[in-house]
C-alpha cells in the first residue's frame, strides 16, 4: 500500500510545482482546458434532473457547486490534477429509472444520493476501497487507461458528428463532408499538429479555433447574455433522508455505491496512467485523499440538489495540455464556481469544440496497452475484454466487471488460480452478482 503523504521529496510549495515538472501558468492552463471539456455539464446535467421535476436553476447551481466542492478537495487533499462533477448516466439512473419509472419522489431521491455518499465516506475510511483500487490485475489496471481512452475517443466522435447511430448497423460515418465534422477534423488536425510541436496548449487552442468558427459560421449562437444570478432555493438542502430510509431505497443506493466506485476508480486509474502517477508497483498514492473527493462531492451535491459526484474522465484534457498537480483542479474548481455565476458563456462551448480534444486524449491514453503482455493469453484476454468492453457498452464500470470476471475465469480455468488474490475472487462474485441482480443498470 502506497503511503499516503502529500508532499515529495525535493518539490517546493503546497502543490510541489518544481517536483513535477510544472508550472504556475501550465496548471492553470490544463486547468481551463479540462474545465472546457466538461463545460457542457452545466446546461446537460440540470436539464436530465428537469426531467425528474428538480428545479433547473436549483439543479444548475448544485451542478457548479458539487463539482467544484469535490474538485477543490481533490486539488487540496489528494494533490491531483482531476475535475469531478455529477456524473453522466448516474443523473439518467437518477432521473428515469428512480424518479420516472419507480415515482420516487426527487427529494426521496436525493436522500438516497446523500446516503450512498456516506457509505463512500466509510468505505474511505475504512480503507476498502484503496484495498480494491490496490486489488485490480495488471492486465485490467493497463487495459482500464487503454478502454477509457477508447471511450473518450468515441464519445469524441460522437459529439462531432464523425460517428452517428445506424438501426441496422448500430454505427456508421456521418455526413463528413458538412461543416460540423469538417471543423472537427480541421480542430483535430491542428491540436495534433501543435501537439507533436511540443505545445502545451495545442487542446486548448483546438477548443478556441473551433469554438470560433462554429459561431462565426453560425452553427453556434453567440451566448446573449454573459451574466446569470444563480438561483438555488429550489433544491437547497431538500433532499429526504428519512424518506430515503423509510422506503428502505436499498437497492437503489446500492446501484449509485456501485456505479460511482467503478467509475471512479477506473477512471483514476486510467487518468494516473496516462499522467504517470502509478507507483512502480502499479499502485497509486493517496489513493484514499483521491476517493474522499467524491464521496464529499457527493454529499455536498446531494445537499444542494444534484445527483451522485463522479472523476471526469475529461480530466485528461488537463493531462494531455500538461496539469500534473492540484493546482489544475483547483482552477476547475474555481472555474465552476464562476460558471454557476456565468452559465450562459460556459453553455457556449459546442460539442463539436470539444470533440476534437477527446479524441486525441484517447489517442494519448490507449498508448497504455501496450504494457499488457499480449503473448500471455491469461493476460491478453481480460485486457481486451476490459478494454473494448467500455466503449461498447458506455460503461467503464462494465468493463472493469467484465475484465475481472474474465481475469477470475480464464485462470482458474487454465490451472492458474493461485495467481489471482483472495480480494480478487471476492470482487468477481460480487460483479456476478450484480449482473445477475442488476443486469447492467
Known amino acids: 500500500m502506497a503511503v499516503e503523504t502529500m508532499r515529495e521529496p525535493g518539490g517546493r510549495g503546497f502543490f510541489q510545482l518544481e517536483a513535477h515538472g510544472t508550472t504556475a501558468s501550465r496548471e492553470t492552463m490544463a486547468g481551463l482546458a479540462t474545465c472546457l471539456t466538461m463545460a457542457y455539464i452545466v ?56 424518479v420516472g419509472a419507480l415515482h420516487v419522489p426527487w427529494q426521496t431521491a436525493l436522500g438516497a444520493v446523500f446516503l450512498s455518499g456516506v457509505i463512500f465516506m466509510l468505505l474511505t475510511a475504512g ?15 493497463h487495459a482500464t487507461a487503454a478502454g477509457i481512452g477508447l471511450f473518450i475517443a468515441f464519445i469524441g466522435l460522437r459529439n462531432g458528428g464523425l460517428v452517428v447511430a445506424d438501426q441496422a448497423t448500430f454505427v456508421r ?54 451574466f446569470a444570478l444563480p ?61 474522499a473527493a467524491d464521496a464529499g462531492g457527493t454529499m455536498i451535491g446531494a445537499l444542494f440538489g444534484t445527483s451522485t459526484v463522479t472523476t471526469y474522465i475529461e480530466s485528461a484534457a488537463g493531462i494531455g495540455a500538461g496539469g500534473r498537480t492540484g493546482l489544475t483542479a483547483v482552477t476547475v474548481a474555481v472555474l465552476f464556481l464562476l460558471a454557476s455565476f456565468f452559465a450562459p458563456l460556459a453553455a457556449a462551448v459546442p460539442s463539436i469544440a470539444t470533440a476534437p ?8 491514453m490507449t498508448q497504455a496497452i501496450t504494457l499488457v503482455k499480449w503473448q500471455d493469453t491469461t493476460e491478453a484476454l481480460p485486457a481486451f475484454v476490459t478494454a473494448i468492453a467500455m466503449p461498447l457498452t458506455f460503461s467503464i464500470a462494465n468493463g472493469i466487471a467484465l475484465g475481472f470476471l474474465t481475469y477470475a475465469g480464464i485462470k482458474l ?25 442488476l443486469g447492467s443498470a
Open 43 to 98: 446546461v446537460v446535467n440540470p436539464s436530465v434532473l428537469a426531467d425528474a421535476g428538480v428545479p433547473f436553476e436549483g439543479a444548475r447551481f448544485a451542478t457548479c457547486v458539487g463539482a467544484a466542492a469535490a474538485t477543490l478537495i481533490m486539488g487540496l487533499v489528494a494533490n491531483y490534477p482531476f475535475a469531478l462533477a455529477p456524473g453522466m448516466g448516474l443523473n439518467a439512473y437518477f432521473a428515469y429509472s428512480v
Open 127 to 141: 480503507r476498502i476501497r484503496a484495498l480494491i483500487v490496490d486489488a485490480i490485475p495488471a492486465p485490467v489496471k
Open 173 to 226: 460515418l456521418g455526413e463528413i463532408g458538412t461543416t460540423g465534422p469538417l471543423l472537427v477534423l480541421g480542430g483535430l488536425l491542428l491540436s495534433g499538429a501543435l501537439m507533436a510541436r511540443g505545445r502545451r496548449s495545442a487542446i486548448l487552442v483546438g477548443i478556441a479555433a473551433v469554438t470560433a468558427a462554429a459561431m462565426l459560421l453560425g452553427l453556434d449562437p453567440l451566448p446573449k447574455d454573459g
Open 231 to 291: 438561483d438555488p432555493g429550489g433544491t437547497l438542502f431538500r433532499l429526504d433522508v428519512r424518506g430515503a430510509l423509510g422506503l428502505g431505497l436499498l437497492d437503489i443506493v446500492f446501484v449509485f455505491l456501485f456505479v460511482d466506485m467503478f467509475d471512479t476508480v477506473g477512471s483514476l486509474i486510467g487518468l494516473a496512467q496516462q499522467g504517470g502517477f502509478l507507483a512502480p508497483d502499479g499502485s497509486l498514492p493517496r489513493v484514499n485523499r483521491a476517493l
Open 357 to 364: 480534444a477527446l479524441i486525441l486524449v484517447g489517442v494519448l
Open 413 to 437: 480455468l487454465a490451472g492458474r488460480a493461485r495467481e489471482v488474490g483472495w480480494l480478487v475472487w471476492i470482487l468477481a462474485a460480487l460483479f456476478l452478482v450484480r449482473f445477475a441482480y
